[in-house]
């Protein structure tokens, strides 16, 4: 079954409309995202110009980290809801360290996030709990920890002007700013590793059929272990490139942002139900996400309130594409 | 072996009965050691606030009786404030009507979305979520309306036979539910769809009907939250009203014994559940913890309330 669904065999006995389906479930957001970019850069002079299109990628760049990690979550039948709250605390992690200069600032965040990480997957992997509710408990307590650290949230840790960690949000090539290109690497990183190694096969094998997988010495604990572990890694990383950026570890950020990512991951093609979804489908549900706000800001005189009208809408047309085009299980 | 099974009872009593035990070791705690616990002053306030929790709750208890989860309520909550002042000029009924209107059609849709797309209930209500609440600001503006209408302010602030009208509400509908569950075909039905699905398709139960019927009263019921929660706040808030409610709601359920594995309902453990987690953070509030420390105490009830349940599911 999961061989199937992640390397589906191209018979040309294979009835059409079930390749037709196959394609959109794969490739929908990347060709959603072509019309949407198409007729925004024919609709708006502005959408095309340099300086728009670095914002943009800047934009994305934060909330694909963050999705690259719930896209393994998501892959092996799993959720994870502590991300904002993950993100928000990194970000406050690395301000709060950099006083002690780039590593601590660096290194904090991601110890702190990946232990709560590895907190969540023990507890999913080791009792059975569900996911769910463990992230939920987490989201709860990581946000509680960063209050407790920002005297309840009152107190906003600054990054010292001329701090070497600085650079790493806000440093530039060729226009585009170091986000960028970190999140692109770790993209590209994060799809090799699930399509092409023996960690990605069991992260598919998980999700797919869990049973199977277990009869088959597939480590489906050790798997949970770690895809909750890298999701909190890479939600703290994120934070702490948006505090670089930012210049400070702001306490308000985060809050729904396990939505968004959810969301993205989703509308990349990957199902809710596990066994299922490609990092590259992620990346083009951020870019179309983010596309798709770049225009409402665009048009100006619409309140900025349609922004969640239509990602919630565009949510909706996907699932119920996916759910009809898709045979599941 | 005479171990293994204490171990055993114990788990089982503490699933039956913890909530229970909490609630009643809270109070005696307070009682004890928190200065002007015991006024009714206090406890107005304190089940003021739960109210709306508590409807809340009731609905998503339904919900995830189905093996489902209801993520829009908060977002329902929203849709149902921006509507009241729209209204209002017509006199209180015809708002409320159309704030309950509101909750009734999200629910249904995401019943619809549920029953007959056969989405799975997390998704399908995550769009309401995000849609819900961007509508709500879309149809207020964007802006907090205060509201003037005395009758409709009234449920917020005026008492019946003693008791504030929104904790009546409360405890009516919490009495409506336990008997819906316990009394009715649809209860029976409910429950059934939770812990069997197929089996239910098999018995020849009214399976999707019964599904979209579950969803749509919660959404009421979130609107019923979100009336009583303008009417206390005295004025139409579509971005802050609500917020995060969904977690609330699901932790009362949870924290009450409802396994979210489906086919099972504690209304009574729900309504606990409720003031259980309101207990916790009036103690903690009381006693200058801050709300930090509150957060990251309910997180651990979370945990530990789910941990105890889970070997239920071995039923």
């Known amino acids: 079954m999961t061989a199937q669904m992640t390397a589906p065999p191209e018979t040309p006995a294979k009835p059409r409309r079930e390749l037709v389906a196959s394609v959109l479930q794969r490739q929908g957001a990347a060709i959603a995202l072509v019309v949407v970019v198409a007729v925004a850069w024919l609709a708006f002079p502005r959408f095309g110009s340099p300086d728009n299109l670095r914002d943009l990628a800047l934009q994305s760049s934060f909330l694909a980290v963050i999705a690259l990690g719930m896209t393994f979550v998501i892959i092996t039948g799993g959720i994870d809801l502590s991300v904002g709250s993950l993100y928000a605390l990194g970000g406050v992690l ?48 990581a946000r509680g920890l960063l209050l407790a650290i920002t005297d309840e949230g009152s107190t906003t840790y600054q990054i010292a002007p001329g701090s070497a960690f600085l650079e790493l949000g806000r440093g530039t090539v060729f226009g585009f700013g170091y986000p960028v290109f970190i999140a692109a690497a770790l993209c590209l990183l994060g799809g090799l590793v699930l399509r092409r190694t023996r960690f990605g096969q069991s992260v598919f094998a998980t999700g797919g059929a869990e049973q199977s997988a277990l009869l088959m010495g597939v480590p489906v604990a050790r798997t949970k272990i770690a895809v909750y572990t890298l999701s909190g890694v890479l939600s703290g990383f994120a934070g702490a490139l948006t505090a670089s950026y930012l210049q400070s570890g702001v306490t308000v950020i985060g809050v729904g942002t396990e939505l968004d990512a959810i969301s993205v991951v989703v509308i990349g093609g990957t199902l809710l139900t596990g066994g299922a979804g490609t990092v590259l489908g992620t990346v083009m549900g951020v870019g179309l996400r983010n596309v798709i706000q770049n225009i409402i800001n665009q048009i100006g005189t619409l309140d900025s309130n349609y922004q969640s009208v239509v990602s919630g809408a565009f949510l909706l047309v996907v699932v119920v594409l996916q759910r009809s085009l898709v045979r599941r299980r | ?132 609440r961007g509508l709500a600001l879309v149809i207020a503006n964007g802006q907090l309306v205060q509201l003037h209408d005395p009758a409709f302010l009234a449920l917020g602030t005026e008492d019946v036979l003693g008791v504030p009208v929104g904790v009546l509400v409360a405890g009516v509908l919490a009495v409506l539910v336990a008997l819906l569950v316990g009394r009715t075909t649809f209860g029976r039905a409910l429950v059934a769809v939770g812990g069997n699905r197929a089996a239910g398709v098999l018995a020849g139960l009214p399976v999707r009907r019964v599904l979209l019927g579950v969803y749509a009263l919660c959404g009421v019921l979130a609107a019923v939250a979100g009336v009583l929660s303008t009417a206390r706040l005295s004025a139409s808030d579509p971005a802050d009203i609500g917020l995060l409610m969904e977690l609330s709601a699901i932790t009362a359920v949870v924290v009450g014994g409802t396994p979210l594995t489906g086919g099972r309902v504690r209304i009574l453990g729900t309504v606990m559940g409720v003031v259980l987690m309101q207990l916790v953070r009036a103690t903690l509030i009381k006693h200058n913890l801050p709300d930090s420390t509150a957060q990251m105490v309910q997180a651990a009830i979370i945990v530990v309330a789910v941990y105890v349940a889970r070997e239920r599911s071995s039923r």
């Open chain 2, 1 to 132: 072996m005479t171990i293994a099974l204490d171990r055993a009872r114990t788990t089982r009593w503490l699933q039956e009965y913890g909530v229970y035990a909490a609630v009643v070791a809270l109070l005696l705690f307070n009682i004890a050691f928190t200065a002007n616990f015991l006024s009714v002053g206090n406890f107005r306030t304190q089940l003021v606030q739960a109210a709306p929790v508590c409807i809340v709750a009731l609905g998503m208890a339904l919900v995830i009786g189905t093996e489902g989860v209801d993520l829009s309520v908060g977002a329902t909550m929203a849709l149902a404030a921006s509507l009241i002042p729209l209204y209002l000029g017509a006199g209180p009924a015809p708002a409320i009507a159309m704030a309950l209107l509101a909750g009734l059609l999200a629910g249904t849709f995401n019943g619809f979305l549920v029953a007959y797309l056969g989405i799975q209930p997390i998704v399908a209500t995550l769009a309401l979520l995000v849609g819900g």
């Open chain 1, 94 to 141: 690395a301000a709060y360290g950099s006083q002690w200069g780039f590593l601590a600032a660096l290194l904090l965040p991601l110890l702190v996030c990946g232990a709560i990480g590895l907190v969540n997957g023990l507890l999913v992997a080791r009792t059975g709990m569900a996911p769910f509710i463990v992230t939920l408990a987490s989201l709860l307590f």
